[in-house]
């Protein structure tokens, strides 16, 4: 669309802050599985030649690859014949290859990990449960036995005592897109963590689960822990693997912003692109409402490239920009928001050729307000968190508990010769 370019734009003077946080340390992955496989592998009983279906999942996951090497040479030791299943849904086009492909971008190929990768899009129907019906894929279904490897995070949609983890990969990943598509279209009726977790404990009844295997990131994206659970012990411990997950899920340090600029948006950043957990905007009709951060604007300048053109959540954002929207495989989208029965979630908002011209419609939206008393924060993504440029309107509200420095510089928002803003917040395209 074309705007008042003569608009002159009455910024704020802008301070770096950066946050501080409770960083749990790094673990070393490989020593933590040696030592949670110590744990579990006299419980297996699985008579010698079994197969084993690794269920993976599609997020970006640090050491991901290192940790399924790792598991998947351990059930070779003892004798199985394991290999990697997508547990995805609906990702990567809702297709076997796609999958297949998703998996080698997060660096799971059978080369990396020394074991197949199988794909198919076929499930089992498995019965019900209190009216929800159970679907496994077939190839995890055919198998002796079932590990599942997924991270623990809090999730963007509901609340409870499990979130995202290993019966969220038991219901939807296994489900494919038969069981991802019938769990989120239930959610408009039903509460979708009853759904998930009923489907998912039911699920892990039904199946020839062996045991999973839980990892927890930091503020800092490295592993924090890496827990190996029986079957039977898998509600516990992603309880409590939870817990800590969601103390090292990093916020804003405010309550309340007008604008928030926000570089990139991606599905390895957030299944929503923008993490309704960190900017409190939910726009699934079935989502959870938080009651906070509220922010009144929001503008999205860019796409990662780890999200393979998939946009969902961009509806999140008020505002974005042409360079983004060009970035976007609709195909993929439309598949990913309609298995989620969420098309509200692809809707694409207010589109400029450039961020100046973006970002001086967005500030005509605003409450009253002048450069000097603004609340406008700029960040790289919903998951990087520690480094962030706040206006001085932001200063006296911010929250002390979680500020390690505020920069004693003045800064300026700039823009480059196109009308782009250079971020000093993270290396993203320009």
């Known amino acids: 669309m074309e705007t008042d370019t003569t608009f002159q734009l009455k910024l704020p003077k802008m301070r770096m802050v950066l946050q501080r946080f409770d960083v749990p340390p790094a673990v070393d992955v490989l020593a933590e599985v040696d030592k949670e ?37 351990k059930l070779k030791e003892a004798g199985y014949n394991p290999f990697v299943t997508p547990a995805m849904g609906s990702h990567g086009g809702a297709t076997a290859e796609g999958q297949t492909e998703v998996l080698a971008a997060r660096g799971i190929t059978e080369e990396s990990v020394g074991v197949p990768v199988r794909a198919t899009m076929a499930v089992e129907p498995m019965g019900e449960v209190d009216g929800i019906p159970l679907f496994l ?4 279904h055919g198998a002796d036995g ?33 069981g991802a598509e019938h769990y989120h279209r ?15 404990k039911e699920l892990l009844k039904k199946s020839r689960v062996l045991f999973g295997v839980g990892m927890v990131e930091n503020q800092d994206h490295e592993t924090a822990k890496v827990a190996m659970a029986l079957a039977r012990d898998i509600e516990t411990v992603e309880t409590e693997l939870l817990k800590m997950a969601r ?20 599905k390895d950043i957030s299944g929503e692109g923008i993490d309704p957990n960190v900017v409190g905007r939910d726009v699934l009709a079935y989502g959870v ?6 922010i009144t604007r929001i503008f999205v300048r860019d796409l990662t490239e780890g999200s393979e053109g998939s946009a969902v959540g961009i509806s999140q954002a008020d505002f974005t920009t042409q360079r983004l929207v060009d970035k976007i495989d609709f195909p993929a989208t439309i598949i990913n928001c309609v298995t989620a029965c969420g098309p509200e979630g692809g809707m694409i908002p ?53 500020i390690g420095s505020i920069g004693e510089e003045d800064l300026e ?18």
């Not at 894929?137 to 995890?140: F, T, Y």
């Not at 103390?247 to 991606?266: N, Q, R």
């Not at 928002?413 to 395209?429: A, K, P, Y």
């Open 146 to 178: 079932i590990v599942l490897i997924n991270r623990i995070k809090p999730h963007t949609n509901f609340i409870g005592p499990t979130e995202s983890g290993l019966i969220k990969i038991m219901a939807i990943g296994l489900g494919n897109q038969a």
């Open 413 to 430: 928002l700039e823009f480059d010769g196109s009308g782009n803003l250079i971020s000093r917040v993270g290396n993203v395209n320009q």
């Open 137 to 140: 894929d077939r190839l995890a």
């Open 350 to 402: 207010f589109t400029f050729p450039n961020d100046r011209e973006a970002i001086a419609v967005a500030l005509k939206t605003l409450r009253p307000c002048n450069a000097e008393d603004i609340r406008l924060v700029h960040i790289k993504n919903t998951m990087e968190l520690t480094s962030m440029m706040v206006s001085m309107g932001c200063l006296a509200s911010l929250d002390k508990d979680q």
């Open 247 to 266: 103390a090292c899920l990093p916020t804003l340090p405010l309550k309340e912003i007008d604008f928030l600029i926000i570089d990139e948006m991606g």
């Open 289 to 294: 409402k938080r009651p906070s951060p509220k």
């Open 37 to 73: 496989w110590m744990n579990i592998k006299d419980h297996l009983d699985l008579p010698q030649g079994s197969s084993v279906a690794m269920a993976v999942g599609s997020r970006g996951i640090s050491n991901l690859a290192a940790v399924v090497r790792a598991v998947a040479t």
């Open 186 to 200: 239930l959610s408009v009726v039903r509460s979708q963590y009853e759904i998930i977790s009923t489907a998912g």
